[in-house]
């Protein structure tokens, strides 16, 4: 077998984890989408993937609870049990085992995560000053988007890193086919908060609004953005700035609003400037998207 059908093979595992993160595990289902035994399936997971399968959904689930003991309005009990936890006294003792703080604390917002090479769960006084650019910004526009099929590249690590190693993949693929026309939207779609999430475990994903055939490009996968509502935030300046748009955009905008996170769609990013390589920073322009369900 080559190594591009290993690749395609175990991104469908991991993206079919990541879309269905409320089911249970199925190893029988799950070494069929990947076409080996089960006997071997368990290490080549974690060959591919850094970690074993349980401790990957743990993990993603884990994440998404600290979103909604941030933003939602469930009470500690039912995030644990949609995190899979039988009680609230076993999700407490695996959530302050991972974040080395209680849920109780990140409910009350008394603290905030900040993971760290060196210290990958460092946690400090939640606090931030509304600057210029976020008062720019504290009117999203709402919008209600239809299913728009991406092809896209994926790269792991802090974002400035993965996303100049995931535009890397798909653009050459774009140019070198003569896909790039004028109507090509370009999206990033940011699957972890690096706030909660490990350097090396940030998943980001380049993306064109394509329809063509990539079956023979291990480099590339089919993507998805979901239809519903969206908070959409516009940033004018450096891709630098926006984790202060993000941090504005989940710390304040978001508890005031008349809207919760949707789980089942990451945030994205559509940037505007059709060559960002020759754009000066501050002329930059991207669109954020929050994707949105009513409280």
């Not at 798909?170 to 896909?179: D, E, P, T, V, W």
């Not at 941090?247 to 978001?254: G, K, Q, T, V």
Request: charge should be positive.
């Amino acid at each position: 077998m080559s190594k591009n059908q290993y690749q395609q093979r175990m991104s469908k595992v991991v993206d079919y984890i990541e879309k269905h993160l409320d089911s249970q595990l199925n190893i029988e289902r799950l070494s069929k989408i990947a076409c080996y035994s089960e006997f071997h399936f368990h290490r080549i997971f974690r060959a591919y993937v850094g970690e074993s399968i349980y401790a990957f959904k743990k993990r993603l689930l884990l994440e998404r609870a600290v979103k909604q003991l941030r933003f939602s309005k469930d009470s500690i009990t039912e995030v644990a049990f949609n995190c899979g936890y039988d009680n609230q006294a076993s999700f407490n003792k695996a959530f302050k085992k991972h974040y080395s703080v209680t849920p109780s604390q990140v409910r009350s917002k008394r603290v905030s995560i900040q993971l760290t090479i060196n210290q990958p769960h460092t946690w400090q006084e939640n606090s931030l000053p509304m600057t210029k650019r976020q008062k720019d910004s504290i009117n999203p526009e709402i919008r209600l988007l239809k299913p728009i099929n991406l092809i896209g590249a994926r790269a792991r690590g802090q974002y400035q890193q993965a996303a100049s190693e995931a535009w890397g993949k798909i653009m050459k693929f774009a140019y070198s086919n003569r896909l790039m026309k004028k109507e090509v939207r370009l999206f990033g779609l940011s699957h972890d908060d690096p706030s909660v999430t490990e350097p090396e475990h940030i998943r980001y994903d380049a993306c064109l609004d394509l329809e063509v055939d990539i079956h023979d490009q291990p480099d590339l996968m089919k993507q998805s953005i979901s239809s519903g509502n969206y908070a959409v935030f516009l940033h004018k300046g450096s891709y630098e700035g926006l984790a202060e748009l993000y941090a504005y955009a989940f710390n304040r905008w978001l508890p005031e609003s008349q809207y919760k996170l949707r789980d089942s769609q990451c945030c994205f990013e559509v940037y505007l400037n059709r060559d960002p390589r020759r754009t000066k920073p501050e002329n930059l322009k991207t669109e954020v998207y929050i994707p949105l369900n009513k409280v």
